[in-house]
């Protein structure tokens, strides 16, 4: 168990639909990333928020944002849904010692399937 | 263009059958080198860090090494519970986010 728990593990929905992945970092970890994994793409840095703040973007789609609360806890929202947007959608976090060594904790992900 | 490149996608091998994994990387300013294992429906769990030609890390079956080219994460006598994916990631001086390759799924028969 890597500490960092995400939600909802699947989900399903229509195009042109909007939904919301939810992740909780390891208690502690300031920075949380979000990844897309697809089968013909391996995964996809999308977006890095620390503290609050949004710390690097990626190849992040402008119908897709996210957020840090002040908990700590983030959120990624997908909108105007296509099927392309199918993928398993990952959470890491770090802490300011693990990311120097390239340790990120990633939670089991969200599997994304657009109908 | 900033590339990681992983070899073979899929390798099966006999319970106990030695052999390793490539990940070579064309990229300016390696800052490190990441291995990750994915097991399905799992994320990546995070397996070792290189950062200089010559360095070699090792944990269990497992060790990596690193070229100023490539890096070879060599399995010796693996077991079934080493089926995985396993991922490389690279850091580089310019872009601080990780670089991922493809992955190679490794399946261990009985």
């Known amino acids: 168990d890597s500490g960092v728990t995400q939600t909802p593990k699947h989900l399903i929905t229509a195009t042109g639909q909007r939904v919301t992945l939810r992740c909780s970092p390891r208690?502690?970890?300031?920075?949380v990333y979000w990844y897309q994994q697809s089968l013909d793409q391996g995964l996809q840095f999308l977006i890095q928020y620390y503290n609050g703040e949004e710390r690097a973007k990626g190849n992040i789609l402008e119908r897709f944002s996210a957020q840090q609360f002040p908990d700590l806890h983030s959120e990624l929202n997908l909108s105007s849904l296509e099927l392309g947007d199918s993928a398993l959608y990952f959470c890491a976090s770090s802490s300011p010692t693990s990311v120097n060594t390239g340790e990120l904790f990633f939670g089991e992900g969200s599997r994304l399937t657009v109908l | 263009e900033d590339q990681v490149t992983q070899s073979p996608e899929a390798l099966r091998l006999q319970e106990g059958e030695s052999s390793s994994l490539n990940c070579s990387y064309t990229?300016?300013?390696?800052?490190?080198l990441f291995w990750y294992r994915q097991d399905p429906g799992k994320g990546p769990e995070f397996l070792f860090t290189?950062?200089?030609?010559?360095e070699e890390k090792e944990k269990e079956r497992l060790k990596a090494t690193l070229t100023k080219k490539e890096s070879f994460l060599h399995i010796t006598a693996p077991k079934p519970e080493d089926s995985a994916t396993y991922l490389c990631?690279?850091?580089?001086?310019?872009?601080?986010?990780?670089?991922w390759g493809a992955g190679t799924k490794l399946i261990i028969k009985p």
């Open positions: 990631a690279v850091r580089m001086d310019s872009n601080y986010q990780l670089i």
């Open positions: 290189l950062y200089s030609a010559g």
């Open positions: 990229v300016s300013g390696l800052r490190g």
């Open positions: 208690s502690g970890d300031l920075s």
